[in-house]
C-alpha cells in the first residue's frame, strides 16, 4: 500500500520533487481541478493523463478556493478528504493543494512537462500552458460531471429524509 502522506505533498516540497524527478529524466504531467465528487469522468481524465507521462501530480482547488470557484455550498468533501481519495487511485502520483483561483502561479513554480485539462478549454483559454513543454486536451465523457451528479442527486432524494 502506498503512503498517502509522502505524497501529498507542501508547494515547496512539490517543486523540489518535480524538479528531481526531472532530473531522473522522468516525465511529469500536471492536471487540477476540485475533484470535489469523483466520478467516472475524472478518472477517465485521470488515467488518460497518467498515460502521458511517468508521474502524475494533481492539484486541487483549497476548501476556500473551490468555494469562490463552486459556490458556497462547495465543497462536498475538504481538502485533505478529497486528497486522500486521489491519491487511493492507482494513476496519482501526487496531490499538492492551491488556494488560488487559477493554477498559473503553482504551474510557474513547479514547472512540469505535460499540462492535462478537459476538452471543454480552449488551448488559448488554458492557464499556464506557457510553463509547460506540451498541453494535452482530452473530451469530457457526456453527462459526467460533478455538477451533474449533485443535479441528480437533490432531484430524486431531496425531500426526503434518510
Known sequence: MRDCQNRALTRKKMQ??????????KKVVFTNGCFDLLHLG?????EKAKSMGNVLIVAINSDKSSSRLKGPQRPL??????AKLLLS???VDYVVVFGEQTPKEILSELRPDILVKGGDYKLSEIVGREYVKKVCRF???????TTNLINLI??????KKM
Open 154 to 159: 437533490v432531484n430524486r432524494y431531496g425531500s
Open 139 to 145: 473530451p469530457f465523457i457526456k453527462g459526467k460531471s
Open 77 to 82: 468533501s475538504g481538502e485533505k478528504d478529497r
Open 16 to 25: 523540489k520533487e518535480v524538479k528531481r524527478l526531472q532530473k531522473a529524466g
Open 42 to 46: 475524472h478518472i477517465s481524465l485521470l
Open 89 to 91: 487511485l492507482k494513476s
